[in-house]
């Protein structure tokens, strides 16, 4: 998988093969031995940079058919479960694989992620997203994961459904010591069942967050905080096995 | 480096050596030999859990000398970036090491950080520091980046730096094509002047953001936002080579 | 002027004359002998209720050509100062007149407000809108305020003006010592000069703020904060004359 | 009642009676004929300013033993009911009696203010907070608010007790077309049970909102928001009578 970008700033995806465009078309050969920052031609000679693939680009670029989980949230998970490399995660709901994503993307050749989705439909979307990316260490499962987790030693438990707390009690099981259970909901009442049940399971450090993240604006006029923002996207719960 | 946790979950770091407390000692072979949920005695049978070691952990229990950078900061650079496991990373100025801890822990076997710090005597506690975590991927340089980067084809150049602007122009040369810069910055004059130097410098998709996280406390009274929350930390500013 | 409601919760401004919608017409006998609660019909028998005229009805229903100051801002900037009923208010510039509006609202008959607008068009617009909401107590000037302010004695100051320090002095001037002067701002370089140039011309207490105001969804779904907020309007700068 | 400023800036909330201070003694007589602006000395040729009595001051100065609603959370209340003078508000529980005195300095000669409180103690104390202020048009009744109402026709009832939906029916009768309630709660399961009581009492335009005021640092340094900053207060919940 390849970033390319025009002289317009746009960007595209593009496999290893024949790229066609608006602005002609760029040889397979040239896609396939291209890295970043070379300037690749399209045979009505115009230029395309080729970027570094990006896991927030691809994302953008991929093919989503549900919300996703902004990058603050993200960024907020892993920063304050320590996620890192060679890490075991398990992922569910999948959707897309936004997350997945993202979680195999840091664990990285010696971890790995495990990904739940109920849904046949987003799983072979996720698949197909996955694939894109060449991440070898994400599995998708298209699996219930209230069903039970078929893991184990597992670093992070990260959940992004309606009722998580159905799934604490596996995610206890399956969690190495020291390791996190990670909810995103979008309710108050998500976060309440949370915290009864997860202090209830035995989890410690059980905590609860909301992310805010503010542009700021620097123009000729002068300096502000932007007036777009989304005043609530989802609150964050975590629990640790101690 | 080994992190335990006693009956009343008081956390704390152990080196492979013999383990000195008011409940006791453990000896060097139990520590040595420990994994993650062993429980250790000591020779007056008090008990200590192994627990994971965790960078978060880790950076609240090691030596610090300055003010460290919160992991919800952390959080939105890394996610912003994208940086994975495998990435290169040039990190200034140090301090104790620990956003060089985080990097590192995300960027694997396959990756490296490098990281920059002009005062030898906080070069020194980050050696420590890095070491104590036994991150192979981590290297301290006692060097001003101000006077320039040896390393090229980086992924991330992070700058938590009083005027991160004088290191604009080499971080543009060290980055791959795709790779970030992100600052980290108190004040919103250095964000003015960011803005301003690093558009002119060739970055794209300059931005700056302010994070704000805010715990949220369900007890038997009812569920609210926390009172104490940090009204401010830093601005983050991102560039992006392209 | 009256606010009259039809039975799909829209609000109509109504003067004391014949009234017509689509909905038939109301006379100017029955408009004029209304008051609250009443439900007045037109003559194809709708209903209309007249409601209390609330000065945000009037200030939404009313002519605008202008951007206005939220209510947020406006209810810190009179509970900061303590703004009461029989206090002296000047207010500039005036543009559409919401801000004395509220002003005149709460100093009430024994207070009264001077509104400077530089504009002759903004000033007209501000006259009509002060006069169909039937306050005595504020007299609209078309004058640049930067020149000077003819009144003294004054509780209140409060400039929402690109350069509002240019009125620094004379603002001074024309306060009772414990009196405020209040400035509204949407860039962070106005809040710097302001800081600066009230505290050089012997202002105390100058602090500055931003407001964030944020909704409750509170719905079958669940409970949670709305999406849709406003993440910045306008910096609020005081000063007191002590 | 008269506010003094020492030439620390330190404030004096001064009765109309001879002022003892560490600096000597202001004589009666000074004391009953200053205004604000002038200075008085004590025998000791100290100099105290007059300054303009402050109802936010006059707050900060006198006798409490509870905790009080912030200017901020008032001001939100004043604008967004459009709080005026001449209006009759119903304030209840009145405990220390700032918001009260917050409404008592808006509605003026014209409106008036019944304050509602349970507890005889706080009441007492309420009652010499409002003398003191020399506010003839608030009444304190010591009373259980929510066995009834005796006032009607009110503009606003405002309810900072731990379950105003108590109240609900009997504000809504109490109140004028067009008036509101609000209430102030600190928890999220307290405006879950506003929403959906108001909504069947018939209240319309039923909102919650939560406000936050940062303050904004200017220094030699440089620019940036106050670390230190409420996180929460109370959610604010507002219905209407249409």
Redesign the interface.
Known sequence: MH?L?DDR?KKYMVADKEFHTDYGFITEKDIVGSS??DILKTHLDREF?????????YIELMERKCNIIL??D?????????????FKVLDAGTGAGATAL?FG???????KVYSYEIREDFAEIAERNIKGFELDNVEIKCKDVTEGIDEDNL?LVFLDLPKPWDVGEFAKKSL????YIATYT???????IL??VLKKIGF?EV??????????E?TN?????????????G?LTFGRK?
């Open positions: 970033i970008m700033g970043p920052g940079k080729v970027i570094k693939p990006n896991v927030n680009d990058p603050k993200i960024g907020i998970i892993t920063a304050k479960t320590g996620l890192g490399s060679g993202h993307n840091i664990v990285g050749n010696d971890g670093d190495k010591v020291g390791g979008p309710f108050i009442e998500q976060v309440q915290q009864r410690s905590e609860s967050f909301e992310c805010t993240l503010r542009g700021i620097v006029k002068g300096t502000r905080p932007k007036t777009r923002m989304a005043g609530h996207t609150y101690l």
